[in-house]
């Protein structure tokens, strides 16, 4: 369940002269047994709302005075979200003998063509006071207070993101709150203006609209209106016929499968910051350090310290707080069973507040092993995943039965794409024509289709694996060792730092022959998997008037620019 809240306005919406059926507030005790929360926003005073709707207990909360202020029903706790209404303006009209005109807890109200007369009492008042319009009505409030503002206090009151809620309205005044929702509807009867910036418009009016988007909310989680939610939606990449692919999180499970150092971590990197500029929650389990240090993300768990449960459901707790869950702590042989413990608890996460919005797993094939136990409680379905492997055929059967999506990338992305279809029992995928040096990657989809995508590279680009592969300390396999033509040498450089010191000091003759043998590239390639620095690299190493003091100065300097420095690309 993605849309977990459903905010809706009283009047024209909800209610039909001032009156809400029996059949709509059937429709709204459904949505409420489902599980979502029911949020109504209005522009009324509460005494005025309780005195027309008694049946207010409905909802979760209620946004009264049009944003200034926020009631609890079930506790009856009232919370003023605005100064109190300002009463050299209030004495200003009542002066004007204006008709008809109500003062709230923070409202001031009348009706057109009475704005003259207010805007007038602003102006020489010097007050910073805005006026909305409502089908006639006209409203006075604090500069900043509206049905958004309101909202927000709500939905940050019961942990929503805003993603996860769909606005129903009618009038003027709903815009704001509207636009702020993962989905926007306006009932038929509403303002052509509210109409042309809905995602959505009800086929019928008034509570019968409303009741409409009820029953496709419980029935399909909005799948069945036939657009494109939640909007706006993180961009996935360009595909060849130039337009927008976006992601949508209630889709099932996407691959991202390549050779090492084929850009997974690079693609992967580019969707994180697509989402984090939307205000769209994720939580990455990262298996080798490579998204540490991400944005504004919190990191969980170190190079020593495994990540708690606990830690990584309170970090999750807030809708705008993202989380890197670092596994490096946590022996292979063990991960399957953590990603056991943690989906199921992610997943009632999602089943309450429709979030994180996205699961991003890191090498995919260790944390999803064909053949183990510990996934036996794996989830059936997976929405808004996106997995990435270097061994498609390693992932469990259940897993490559959930994914729909695949995206090939590397020098070779349409072989990613067959070794998953291979492994999956899938049709062999067809033949495209890719670009692979300029970013472009193999998207195919479960239906057979096929196209070109291309990724953008990420606009700000973290220090790949600096923790691990700058000072680190890597294994005896993943180390670089200077041994020289004749192996009289083993001199180990376990990081990144140490591989400078040793290079700053080995004689030139060992120098060279690693760097003709093309072995450092590679090992930043391979190993580091920075296939930037691995390209300079190989510009140094394919460059024969460069002398060995020359090529170690170069070989130092790009090191020390992207490891020591800020970054500025990963490549």
């Avoid at 949020?39 to 005195?51: K, P």
């Avoid at 946590?330 to 943690?342: E, K």
């Avoid at 990420?458 to 890597?474: D, N």
């Avoid at 190989?538 to 002398?547: F, I, K, N, P, Y």
């Amino acid at each position: 369940m993605f849309f977990v809240a459903l905010a809706s306005d009283y009047d024209g919406t909800l209610a039909e002269h001032g009156r809400a059926t029996p059949s709509v507030l059937e429709a709204l005790e459904r949505v409420k047994k489902s599980g979502r929360k029911l949020i109504l926003v209005t522009g009324r005073e509460l005494s005025d709302l309780m005195a027309v709707f008694p049946e207010a207990e409905l909802f979760h909360l209620i946004v009264a005075e049009n944003g200034a202020t926020l009631y609890e029903p079930a506790t009856k706790k009232e919370e003023t979200l605005a100064p109190e209404p300002n009463a050299d303006l209030v004495a200003y009209l009542q002066r004007e003998k204006l008709e008809p005109l109500s003062v709230g807890r923070s409202i001031v109200a009348t009706w057109e063509p009475n704005e003259t007369v207010v805007l007038r009492a602003i102006r020489e008042l010097g007050l910073e006071l805005q006026i909305t319009f409502n089908k006639g009505a006209v409203m006075i409030l604090p500069a900043g207070i509206n049905k958004a503002s309101g909202l927000n206090a709500a939905m940050e009151r019961l942990g929503l993101s805003r993603h996860n809620v769909v606005g129903i309205g009618d009038a003027e005044n709903d815009h704001a709150f509207l636009q702020l929702c993962g989905c926007s509807v306006a009932v038929e009867n509403a303002l052509p203006s509210v109409k042309e910036k809905a995602d959505y418009v009800t086929k019928a009016a008034n509570g019968t609209g409303l009741r409409e988007l009820c029953e496709s909310l419980n029935d399909t989680d909005l799948t069945g209106l036939g657009v494109a939610l939640p909007s706006p939606a993180p961009v996935l990449g360009l595909a060849d016929n130039k337009v927008e692919l976006r992601l949508d999180p209630r889709q099932a499970p996407i691959l991202i499968a390549g050779s090492s150092g084929g850009g997974k971590t690079t693609t992967v990197t580019t969707l994180l910051e697509n989402m984090e500029a939307l205000d769209f929650q994720f939580c990455v389990l990262d298996a080798e350090g490579d998204y540490s240090g991400f944005g504004s993300a919190v990191t969980v768990g170190d190079t020593k310290n495994a990540p708690s449960m606990d830690e990584i459901l309170n970090a999750l707790s807030r809708p705008d707080i993202n989380v890197i869950v670092t596994l490096l702590a946590i022996p292979l042989s063990d991960r399957p069973g953590f990603l056991a413990q943690l989906l199921p608890r992610l997943c009632q996460l999602r089943a309450e507040f429709g979030r994180p919005h996205w699961i991003v797993i890191d090498e995919a094939h260790h944390m999803l092993p064909a053949g183990n136990p510990a996934l036996v409680t794996l989830p059936r379905e997976l929405p808004g995943t996106i997995l990435v492997t270097v061994s498609p055929k390693e992932l469990s059967a259940e897993v490559l039965g959930m994914i729909e999506t695949v995206i090939g990338v590397g020098s070779a992305p349409a072989e990613a794409v067959a070794h998953f279809c291979k492994a999956a029992g899938a049709k062999k995928p067809p033949a495209i024509a890719i670009d692979a040096e300029n970013r472009q990657t193999y998207l195919w989809r479960r239906d057979g289709t096929a196209q070109v995508l291309s990724i953008a590279m990420p606009q700000s680009v973290k220090r790949r694996h600096a923790r691990k592969y700058a000072q680190g300390e890597l294994g005896e396999d993943l180390s670089f060792y200077f041994r020289g033509a004749h192996g009289k040498l083993n001199l180990r450089a376990q990081n990144l730092m140490i591989f400078m010191q040793i290079a700053a000091g080995v004689d030139d003759e060992t120098w060279m022959h690693h760097l003709q043998k093309a072995d450092y590239s590679r090992w930043f390639s391979d190993v580091i998997k920075d296939p930037a620095l691995a390209e300079e690299a190989r510009e140094v190493e394919s460059d024969a008037t460069l002398s060995a003091g020359e090529s170690r100065k170069r070989v130092e300097e790009m090191i020390s620019r992207r490891y020591t420095a800020p970054a500025t690309n990963d490549g």
